[in-house]
């Protein structure tokens, strides 16, 4: 039996046993963790969350398995990134019942494109590295709680603002922080893409090193390479966590004079205990990692 | 000119440059220095594998000490030391007093030492990777390390120096040492001891495995080249050094990885020596060449 | 030159072998200070072994030896197969190891360790050999060189093993009138001998083994057609099944 006829299987099982009692928690599902973070704001104890892809999981090598497609099925909605962030969702979704509501949290947000090395181009999944995006995020996800739970309309609404005012307060701080960083040092060199948007929004230039190769063995070519670039476009860091030398890294940011930054947060939360537990903790650990790279 | 100043383009500017490059330089010579001369005596105590399995010994101290310190100099150093010494120490007294000959020995204690070290590794709930983790960089020598190689380079040509004599008879006739001296056990064990520390101090700038080939290789290209004891260990450190240089040279122009394009240029180097050397090169069969009058 | 200490060994119920199998058992007896003796016997009869024991390589199964002077120096010609002929060392330099004891491990080798080399490899005659590499060298000459060493350890007990296997007949003269100038000297020889006729023109005193002793004495003594036979009628092969040997001394 394949993924698609169990699931439709356990979802009539499932639609047999009965509703929701009015009393008893919304089950949703997020499709990974800045998601579930978002939604628990809003939603807060009416709300009962499952995440497919956890904190520091990784989206992009996420297999989607049997039992996911059985959480959706029980599930009143599935929020998703959308703009291909999670590719395996259409095979997830056709697998899973069709009574559950898919919402897509980026609709009504203006999406960027990035290009490839070797022309393609599609669109840049990130959206929540610019805050502004978020607040668009968490609106949509307002609305569709209250259409799936009229009820509970007075909360959400009045956790949504709650929750927006202080995502207005973070992109104040963002941007407070990047101002009293002199404006020729809003530069660094990162292996990351994740970082399309912030880089608009914000006016940090996301430098991607030359051809450095991030696996074991660093050339001496791709040494030098990074080193000139640095010296010669003045980048005051250098964000290379996945240089698995530390020691190389160190050599690097010596010998060019950069420094090297800490971890950066992109596609996922930190576990609860980490410092970047919730989309506004993380947020507020890479510009607070950023600006200690970046001042002089 | 423009020939000169293209040579000098390819070659030579890349050090002027770069700090970096030029600290790989003097790291990878300052562990010909060691190395060179050591693996001339494996090859004629026709030892040449036991680096090998040293550096297989090794590998678990270094991830001890790793795990215990993190990438720290002085414990990695100290936990390779430790394990390298102590699978030397048994591997000697096992020959000495019983009927197991030096392989069976050396052979048995570091496939002890290794299994040791991955359940160890594994019991504390590392997934590291130890070849990776242990892996060095030349790339990325800081100044506590080249001082590390450059002190191991020191130590080990004066412990040369010091037991060159012993070591020599050793290699020729130890039944004679025995008879004459009570050292030949102090000098054997004294000769590993240095293997174990260039070993160490290599897998720091080369990691391990290819630390065992700057020892190797080298000696066996100078074979080909003299038929003196001094002269193939002087020949050995040469080729090191110029290994050293062109790997590290070859790797800034086409940008491969630094450690292993210098064992490359070292196995090239032996691979002509096979063929053109001075002695016993290949070709030399091939070419007619007088013999003298008496 | 150093005077010649004269030192006598002293065998006791001697049982020498491997894996508790008597290469030789029961040996008594004393090599005399100064004597010359050779050692023979059949294949497998423990004479090399007994040289071993009396250097010091090989620890006893049962009884004892003894120096009559502990801190007397032990010189020993093994069988020239223990050498590693292909390691790259002159002729000068395998002499020179010799004077280990005077060199010292810091030593180098100076004119008069250079002159003493010269001159050993003169007497056996090897002058001019000082550079060339020992894998060069015929059996012979090889020999020559190890007799070469032995001379400049200027020991006081000699041990030589089977010294003169695949050597051609001048040189075998040639050695054994250096042998017999040693023993002039005062020194204790004690030579393992396959060629008897070799061991009666020049061996005082003789020594029979065949895995136990057959007769131990004055060569003419020992020499004997009898005594000859007993020793062929040896077994060299070890008994899987022997008992314990319940022999006396």
Redesign the interface.
Known sequence: MDIKSSGIIISIILMLIGPVKADEKIQVVASFSILTDLIQEIGGDRVSVDTLVGPEQDAHVFNPAPKDAVRIAQSKLVFLNGLGFEGWMERLVKSAASKTKLIIVTSGIKPHSRKYKNGYEDLDPHAWQDVRNIRIYAANITEALIAIDPAGKITYENNFYRYDANLTSLDAFIRSSIIAIPSERRKIVTTHDAFGYFEQAYGVSMIAPQGVSTESEASAKDVATIIRQVKSEHIPAIFIENISDPRLAEQIAKESGAKIGGKLYSDALSNENGPAGTYITMMETNIRELTKAMMP | MNTLMLFYEMSISPFAEFAFMRRALVGAMALSLGAGPIGVFLMLRRMSLVGDAMAHAILPGAALGYLIAGLSLGFMTAGGLVAGFVVALLAGLVTRLTVLKEDAALASFYLISLAGGVVLVSLRGSNVDLLHVLFGSVLALDDPTLLLLASSATVSLVTLAILFRPLVLECVDPLFLRTVSQSSGVTHLGFLALVVLNLVAGFHALGTLLSVGLMMLPAFAARFWTSTLEGMLAMATLIGFISSYLGIIASYHAGTPTGPTIILCAGVIYLISILIGGRNGLLLRFIPRKHLAA | MRPIRSASIHLHDLTLGYDRHPAVHHLNGTFAAGSLTAVVGPNGAGKSTLLKSI???LEPLGGSLSLSLPSAR???L?QSA???R?????VE??VA?GL??T?G???STTRAVRAKVTDALGKVGLAGFETR??GTLSGGQMQRVLYARLMV?DADVILIDEPFAAIDTKTVLDLMNLVKHWHQEGRTIIAVLHDMALASDFFPDCLMLAREPVAWGVAADVLTESNLAKARSMIEAYDPSADFCERAA
């Open positions: 250097i010091g390589t032990v010189a020993y093994p223990d050498l590693e292909d390691f790259p060392i002159s330099d395998l190891m280990w004891r060199i491990i810091f030593g590499l020992v350890q």
